[in-house]
């Protein structure tokens, strides 16, 4: 009978197992994700980063903390195919301007590795998050 009560009483004090709890997200709303698009000109390959597809954001929005989810080219087909099957991807943000920029901009903006040049005259697509 004692071992009874004491297996009842063990079984009513345990509350089961409990992972601990989950860290907090940001507060505020959740980012909106937004899309840009352009025609990949030879400009946009600078002489600070000739292999290198540089692409302007043109959003107020951005920081440094700015995500891209998504790097596309349209292609021949008419579908938009992520970039890294022409052996491209996207890097990193930069603050672009002088030789890292053109037509004198200067601001934050995507690089698209593109060595061999293969995206020059496609549409490029990213997602984003700013």
Known sequence: MRK?????FVLLACEG?????????P?????EVKEKIVVVAIKMYTSGNPNWATLYYDDTEVDENTVV?????????GVWTNVEAV??????????????GYDGRSGLAALIYDSDG?????ELKILYIP
């Open 69 to 77: 989810i998504y790097a596309g080219y349209m292609n021949p087909n």
């Open 17 to 25: 197992p409990k992972g601990p709890v989950g860290p907090v997200g």
């Open 4 to 8: 009874i009560i004491c297996l009842l």
């Open 118 to 122: 293969d995206l020059l005259g496609y």
């Open 87 to 100: 052996n491209s991807y996207y890097c990193c943000n930069i603050n672009a301007s002088g030789k890292y």
């Open 27 to 31: 507060e505020g709303p959740a980012g």
